[in-house]
């Protein structure tokens, strides 16, 4: 799965910005209850084949379902079974037998169903229950978590289709525990089973779910039964439904279906989102040396999805986000996201994650898989950066070089797992240990792994013993240290020359309750034109090393290979890295000079910086160009040809923007004309900085251009219009901001809601403030984002009132009048909020 992350800026005041983020990687929190050993669920009774015959209540929310789920004992006989059964009425339980079914006896509580079979079964024995049950998921009271916003399993949107901008659409969510919402199971990782599934729908609807589509038959009531089947096991949790008006793109590997589920709107531009996925499939079969195991692969985007993606056994599920027209691909797409669900298809549906604690199985690698992508696909450049990402996304998230372990076995959820350290730090540990043991006995290894376990299930000590039998090699150290142990590294290096010896100190600077690492790691020396490569282990809390140099050092390249799962502090002077952007340019080397510089303002700061605008890497670009001073005549001077250059003709938007935004902060009117071109631009993007820039040039030529432009792109730009409209209150934008707040999906609520507050701050009409504030309310109501904004929503409303009421104590007349029912519309609205 991979997490989809909401982030906004809730601009509460002129002078700085709260921002507000929603869990894709959540941040490593410290448990309060470690007391509870989180066992591997025992297996009593095996799922051995789950079938089911569905149909749909679009006005109640319900799910009719029929099930003949086949078991058998583990290993010791029994004479009862229990089910996850969530939220369910359930209608009959049967033992099925060849002359008929036998009622059973069952209770059911507790969202589980004890049911006491017709005899004793040995494990020689498969046997066949039938249920009939009602799934009510709109009335199962359960709580998600950061990563998944809700955990019902079953969703119907919009059922009733009176929301007429949404369609119609039923979809499953089942990770973690969550497909027991909508049929009986038993719902652990830990559990595999083969299955068929009946659907039936409403003959203009198209429907998706695990494996191959057998049948499709027509009912005489208008309706359609599509049975698909799934002759390969695979666990609960990734069992699937899609349903909904979409328009399938075929594509295939090696004979084998691959395709893309759209809505009809999309479906045009269906291989430009996803067309590499053939490509992806042929290089993670050849990297992992295990053929892509399914007989199928697809593909399905849906609305208002709880979280990013779900890696469901051959038909993944994509929220919103990546469905795209060829407009909006100029400026992003989803391609991590992609690779990511498809390397699940091996590492979590193929070899599925033993249990909970030992979901870096799943995820860490599905977050390698997109590493290595990008290093095929686009250059080993591409793959630094992606690496270089997850490290700081980790890094970020953690203070003192404290986090919890990789393999937990004692946490409060398991939804807490769903983190930055089974995510990011997960996939750089892997990545460090291909480093260390070299890549070609890394993926012999992988592939160890996965044939050993194949449709079974694994854990941490599974891949150790893997790459102990490819390697003859002890693995355990690593191991110890980065899955069974937490936190990591924080190095402060020291480097001195003196007498023809160059001594590099280091200190490990992690909280003293954070393990001392032992660190295997290259060093490059670069001295008078020649490079002196060294091996050194750090093993101890503060250690020196001292080599024999001719000359002092332009460099010591630290960590030659960018492995370290940590922080380094180092004494680099500016000429270092200088240098190492030039003579050692990895991507971190790169980055880390241009960020450097990016704090100066010194000549030579300022010339890495111009070297820095034609970067190879277009973020590299990006940051060279926001960070470069154009107050310098001379550095000027040297750097607008090339960033007008940028603006002009750079193909990456983003460095376009960049460029763009840049020019405009000049103040110089020289550049009006290329601000009007860009706001004919077909990237977002550039529009939005365009008409950005054109605000500080010529305000009223801007808001001139914003009104002529459609309302497609005034959607797409809706956060740039916002602040504009911020430094312009007129009351007749309300309703710009009213038709977002109330249509609008989180991503696109956030980006608006803080210049919101800010315009009805400004704005002098109490009406407005009013209405504006019954807006803001009621999207917080809709979008239950109260335990996000409410804290600083509240505090912003009451330092307003305080303001306005300040303002009406000089004022007289209407003036005094209006400001005062603006601070009693305020006040009320921070009670109000403190009371959700």
């Known amino acids: 799965m991979n997490k989809k992350i909401f982030s906004c800026g809730l601009m509460l005041a002129s002078s700085f910005m709260v921002t507000v983020a929603f869990a894709q990687e959540k941040p490593a929190e410290k448990s309060d209850n470690l007391s509870i050993y989180r066992v591997t669920a025992t297996k009593v009774n095996d799922l051995v084949h789950t079938k089911l015959d569905v149909s749909f209540d ?41 002359k008929g079914n036998t009622p059973l006896k069952y209770t059911y509580n507790d969202n589980k169903l004890y049911i006491t079979l017709n005899k004793r079964y040995s494990n020689t024995e498969k046997y066949t229950v039938y249920i009939a049950y009602t799934a009510k998921p709109d009335e199962l009271k359960v709580k998600g978590s950061a990563a998944i916003t809700d955990a019902k399993g079953l969703y119907f949107i919009n059922p009733d289709g009176t929301d007429k901008n949404k369609p119609t659409q039923i979809w499953t969510q089942g990770e973690t525990e969550s497909s027991s919402a909508w049929f009986p199971t038993i719902d652990k990782p830990d559990q595999k089973t083969t299955e068929e599934i009946s659907i039936t729908v409403k003959s203009k609807y198209t429907t998706l779910s695990n494996g191959k589509l057998v049948s499709q038959k027509p009912n005489a009531n208008g309706t359609r039964t599509d049975t698909w089947k799934m002759d390969l096991p695979h666990s609960p949790y990734l069992f699937m439904m899609a349903i909904g008006e979409f328009k399938i793109t075929k594509d295939s590997y090696k004979g084998k279906e691959v395709s893309y589920y759209l809505e009809p709107k999309y479906a045009p531009y269906a291989k430009q989102i996803f067309g590499k996925t053939p490509d992806m499939i042929q290089f993670y079969s050849t990297v992992l040396g295990v053929d892509y195991p399914w007989n199928k692969y697809s593909q399905v985007v849906a609305r208002d999805y709880v979280s990013g993606a779900m890696e469901n056994t051959t038909a993944t599920l994509h929220g ?7 407009r909006e691909l100029l400026d992003d797409n989803q391609e991590g996201t992609i690779a990511h669900e498809l390397f699940h298809q091996w590492f979590g549906d193929y070899v599925t994650a033993e249990s909970w604690s030992n979901i870096t199985m799943n995820e860490s690698f599905a977050t390698f898989g997109e590493v290595i992508w990008h290093g095929h696909d686009a250059g080993k450049d591409a793959e630094d950066k992606s690496r270089y990402e997850k490290l700081q996304s980790y890094l970020g998230s953690t203070k003192k070089g404290e986090s919890p372990i990789l393999a937990r076995f004692y946490y409060n959820d398991k939804e807490d797992l769903f983190d930055n350290i089974s995510y990011a730090k997960g996939s750089i540990i892997l990545y460090a240990l291909k480093n260390q043991m070299g890549d070609a006995a890394f993926f012999k290894g992988l592939n160890k792994y996965l044939t050993t376990n194949a449709f079974k299930n694994g854990e941490t000590h599974q891949l150790r013993l893997a790459m102990e039998d490819i390697t003859g090699k002890d693995w355990s150290p690593y191991f110890n240290q980065w899955y069974y142990n937490g936190g990591h590294p924080i190095l402060d290096i020291d480097y001195s020359y003196s007498n023809g010896k160059e001594t590099i100190k280091i200190k490990q600077m992690q909280d003293a309750s954070v393990q001392t690492f032992i660190l295997p790691l290259k060093v490059d020396i670069y001295a008078g034109g020649k490079k002196i490569s060294k091996d050194i282990l750090i093993n101890s809390r503060e250690q020196s090393f001292t080599f024999d140099v001719a000359s002092k050092p332009e460099l010591v390249d630290f960590d030659v290979d960018k492995i370290l799962v940590g922080q380094v502090n180092e004494n680099k002077t500016l000429d270092n890295y200088s240098f190492q952007y030039v003579k050692a340019p990895s991507y971190k080397n ?29 973020d590299l670009r990006t940051l060279s160009v926001e960070a470069i001073n154009l107050n310098d005549a001379k550095v000027k001077g040297a750097a607008v040809p090339v960033i007008l250059q940028l603006a002009k003709t750079e193909k990456n938007t983003e460095v ?10 000049t103040g110089d009117q020289a550049y009006k004309t290329l601000l009007t071109e860009g706001i004919k631009d077909r990237s977002y993007r550039v529009i939005a900085a365009s008409v950005a820039g054109l605000s500080k040039l010529a305000p009223q030529e801007s808001l001139s251009a914003l009104a002529a432009l459609d309302m497609d792109t005034k959607d797409h730009i809706a ?3 916002a602040v504009l409209y911020v430094n312009d209150p007129k009351d007749e934008h309300q309703a710009f901001f009213e038709n977002i707040t ?44 109260a335990p996000y904004l409410a804290k600083q929503l509240s505090a912003a409303y009451t330092a307003t009132a305080t303001g306005k009421e300040k303002q009406a104590s000089s004022a007289s007349g209407d003036a005094k009048s209006n400001l005062q029912k603006q601070a009693d519309v305020f006040k009320k609205a921070a009670a109000d909020l403190e009371n959700k």
């Not at 376009?656 to 405009?664: G, V």
């Open 58 to 98: 679009y006005a109640k929310r319900y799910l009719y379902g029929k099930e003949w789920v086949t078991l058998k004992p583990h290993f010791y006989a029994t004479d009862s079974l229990t089910l996850d059964a969530q939220g369910m009425d359930i209608k009959e339980v049967a033992m099925v037998g060849a």
């Open 656 to 665: 376009r923007s960049a460029a763009i935004s840049k020019l405009a902060e």
């Open 590 to 618: 790169r980055i880390e000079a241009l960020e450097f510089a990016s704090k100066s303002k010194d000549a030579d700061a300022q010339n890495l910086l111009l070297a820095g605008l034609k970067d190879q890497s277009a």
């Open 742 to 785: 109330a249509t609008g999906d989180r991503n696109k609520v956030f980006s608006v809601v803080g210049p919101y507050f800010q315009y009805l701050r400004n704005n002098t009409n109490p009406a407005i403030t009013e209405k504006g504030v019954k807006n803001i309310s009621d999207v917080v109501d809709r979008l239950k984002l």
């Open 320 to 326: 919103e986000q990546v469905q795209k027209t060829d």
């Open 719 to 721: 956060s740039s219009i």
